[in-house]
Antibody
């Protein structure tokens, strides 16, 4: 059974840093692109970052470029998000998600999600 | 960036109703569109990918279609467990984007 479990959230002051982790199990982690998606309290979903299977390609939403870094350790089946220079508007539940493909399809989607970890940026 | 405009943002319906949610893309995205269902405090659940392919295990009352840059999620007969918020997402190009969501509530 596929399982994604985030950790590392908490309360941090503006300008501070936090490192989120996502532990994956139940599938061959190194075969999949992985992503971070966030959801501010009472708001909709926002894609944050993607990373290729071998870590050679990374993409970010403009609002976090230069501040957040996505990475992975395939030996540990883990995904990470290093968040620096945090702002109040970064307050959200951060979830990791697997980018998968349906059987015989070349159309991607996020087929598995973790429950998320809450990051609160406040003084 | 590709904008996805979902409508309506809020929908009140009864059990058994046919429900349609629309997602309009600001430019062509081929069929690189997915639909998700999210219940309060829970992770999103994949319903549809490739604009019209039903994810394994999802009830057949859910269906997706496309016409140009307009995509539709239809629930043929609303069930009590379907009251939730629905999001579309385009995976055609970066930055990946989601629609603003449609909250389906009980009338």
């Amino acid at each position: 059974e596929v399982h994604l479990m985030e950790s590392g959230g908490g309360l941090v002051q503006p300008g501070g840093s936090l490192r989120l982790s996502c532990a994956a199990s139940g599938f061959t982690f190194s075969d999949y692109w992985m992503s971070w998606v966030r959801q501010a309290p009472g708001k909709g979903l926002e894609w944050v970052a993607n990373i290729k299977q071998d870590g050679s390609e990374k993409y970010y939403v403009d609002s976090v470029k230069g501040r957040f870094t996505i990475s992975r350790d395939n030996a540990k089946n883990s995904l990470y998000l290093q968040m620096n220079s945090l702002r109040a508007e970064d307050t959200a539940v951060y979830s990791c998600a697997r980018r998968g493909y349906g059987s015989g399809s070349y159309f991607p989607s996020y087929d598995y999600w973790g429950q998320g970890t809450l990051v609160t940026v406040s003084s | 960036d590709i904008q996805l405009t979902q409508s309506p943002s809020f929908l009140s319906a009864s059990v058994g109703d046919r429900v349609t949610i629309t997602c309009r893309a600001s430019q062509g995205i081929s069929s690189y569109l997915a639909w998700y269902q999210q219940k309060p405090g829970k992770a999103p659940k994949l319903l549809i990918y490739g604009a019209s392919t039903l994810q394994s295990g999802v009830p057949s009352r859910f269906s997706g279609s496309e016409s140009g840059t307009e995509f539709t999620l239809t629930i043929s007969s609303l069930q009590p467990e379907d009251f939730a918020t629905y999001y579309c997402q385009q995976l055609n190009s970066y930055p990946l984007t989601f629609g603003g969501g449609t909250k389906v509530e009980i009338k």
